[in-house]
């Protein structure tokens, strides 16, 4: 089961619930853009396409993570479950899941989802609370070079499959405070630009003490 922001809690959901189990759950097709609210909680799976978790505090975005197909999501007031790419999914309230739960194996894999999302609001929490921007932009580096686990030249290599302002709404600043804590890094030679979306980390304990 990944654990990255990006593509986090990839299960096997789909392969352990039952045909008569998944009847229990209702079934759209969604096309790219769309995003479903909810006021009461909802679990989702993604059986195809992608799509994106975020929650919102004072008005700000917040990504929590993507989502692959066979991953699990879970829907409360304050998030948004947005389609990146055309989508299948089930859905089902929390209220109507009773009998899934018997399903150990299912039952399992919905908890772990739902403390692992815990887990990730506790760090965006701390991450707002006690560290700058350079700080936030550190941090989601390191978890992403850690995930990707590439080197290049003896330095950990990084991609980032997406642009600065998808990257501010993870780290929850402002896109242009972001842009400006992410060139101060460049500058620095903490990190080196090869391309728009690859970096090498050059100074990774420089980049480490940010996060402190």
Request: with cysteine; net charge negative.
């Amino acid at each position: 089961m990944k654990k990255s922001r990006l593509g986090l809690l990839q299960t096997h959901i789909l392969d352990i619930l039952t045909q008569d189990e998944l009847e229990k759950f209702e079934f759209k097709e969604l096309p790219k853009t769309s995003t479903i609210y909810t006021e009461d909680i909802e679990i989702i799976i993604l059986k195809t396409g992608s799509a994106k978790l975020s929650f919102f505090e004072d008005g700000e975005e917040f990504i929590l993570y993507h989502l692959e197909k066979n991953n699990i999501a879970i829907l409360d007031d304050n998030c948004a479950f947005e389609v990146l790419e055309d989508a299948q999914i089930y859905v089902i309230r929390l209220d109507k899941i009773g009998e899934i739960l018997h399903n150990p194996k299912a039952a399992s894999e919905i908890l772990t989802t739902t403390l692992n999302t815990i887990i990730v609001q506790r760090q965006i929490t701390k991450s707002i609370l006690f560290e700058d921007a350079k700080g936030r932009i550190a941090n989601f580096l390191i978890e992403l070079a850690n995930e990707q686990d590439l080197k290049q030249n003896g330095y950990r290599y990084v991609f980032l499959p997406f642009s600065l302002k998808v990257l501010s709404s993870f780290v929850g600043l402002k896109r242009q405070s972001a842009s400006t804590a992410f060139n101060e890094l460049i500058k620095d030679d903490i990190i080196r630009k090869i391309t728009p979306h690859e970096f090498l980390i050059i100074d990774h304990e420089k980049l480490e003490s940010y996060t402190n």
